[in-house]
Nanobody, 115 residues
Framework: QVQLVESGGGLVQPGGSLRLSCATSRNIFSFNGMGWYRQAPGKQRELVARIISSGGTNYADSVKGRFTISRDNAKNTVYLQMNSLKAEDTAVYYC?????????WGQGTQVTVSS
């Protein structure tokens, strides 16, 4: 069974930074890709950033230039560095992975941007 364990969420002031981590029980190259989604209250879950097995990345327009997704292959961990945070970034952030069998989700970590 695939486990995705997120950490790093919390409360931060506007303009601040946070780094989320997602550790997996499997070799990250066994997935087609991994990424981060978020869901704010009353809104649909949306893709924030994704990194595929080749290392290519893509980002939601709303976070381009502020967020960076990266990975540590030796630790089987994917990170999301979030800078210049805004109130509208407040949401539960979920780690996601996919392979031929299906999709896998972490339990979510709350990010709250507020003064």
């Amino acid at each position: 069974q695939v486990q995705l364990v997120e950490s790093g969420g919390g409360l931060v002031q506007p303009g601040g930074s946070l780094r989320l981590s997602c550790a997996t029980s499997r070799n990250i190259f066994s997935f087609n890709g991994m990424g981060w989604y978020r869901q704010a209250p009353g809104k649909q879950r949306e893709l924030v950033a994704r990194i595929i097995s080749s290392g290519g990345t893509n980002y939601a327009d709303s976070v381009k230039g502020r967020f960076t997704i990266s990975r540590d292959n030796a630790k089987n961990t994917v990170y999301l560095q979030m800078n210049s945070l805004k109130a509208e970034d407040t949401a539960v952030y979920y780690c996601h992975a996919a392979d031929r069998r299906g999709d896998y989700w972490g339990q979510g970590t709350q990010v709250t941007v507020s003064s």
